[in-house]
């Protein structure tokens, strides 16, 4: 049974941060790309940054600069670091596990951010 477990979301004021976490279990994790998606009350999911399995890194540009995503395979697990916050950053936020060859695909169940003062 697979399952992608996310934490560390929350309240934080702008210009603050937060470390999402994602715990994957049930996958071969170090053949997956991993990604952290986010959806805001009346818009689209939109891929915020993804790793592929050798560490390759992409951001979405309004997060530049300010997210830095990681992954380490020792403990299954993917890191989303987002700094200076803003209240634009505020919604649900998905890890997600592709593995394109075996074309499989897995959704976390979420964890807020609410970026406000």
């Known amino acids: 049974q697979v399952q992608l477990v996310e934490s560390g979301g929350g309240l934080v004021q702008p210009g603050g941060s937060l470390r999402l976490s994602c715990a994957a279990s049930g996958i071969i994790f170090n053949r997956y790309a991993m990604g952290w998606y986010r959806q805001a009350p009346g818009k689209q999911r939109e891929l915020v940054a993804s790793?592929?399995?050798?560490?390759?890194?992409n951001y979405l540009e309004s997060v530049k600069g300010r997210f830095t995503m990681s992954r380490d395979n020792a403990k299954n697990t993917v890191y989303l670091q987002m700094n200076s916050l803003k209240p634009e950053d505020t919604a649900v936020y998905y890890c997600?596990?592709?593995?394109?060859?075996?074309?499989?695909?897995?959704w976390g169940q979420g964890t807020q951010v609410t970026v406000s003062s």
């Open positions: 790793i592929t399995s050798s560490g390759r890194t």
């Open positions: 997600n596990a592709d593995h394109q060859l075996l074309v499989l695909n897995y």
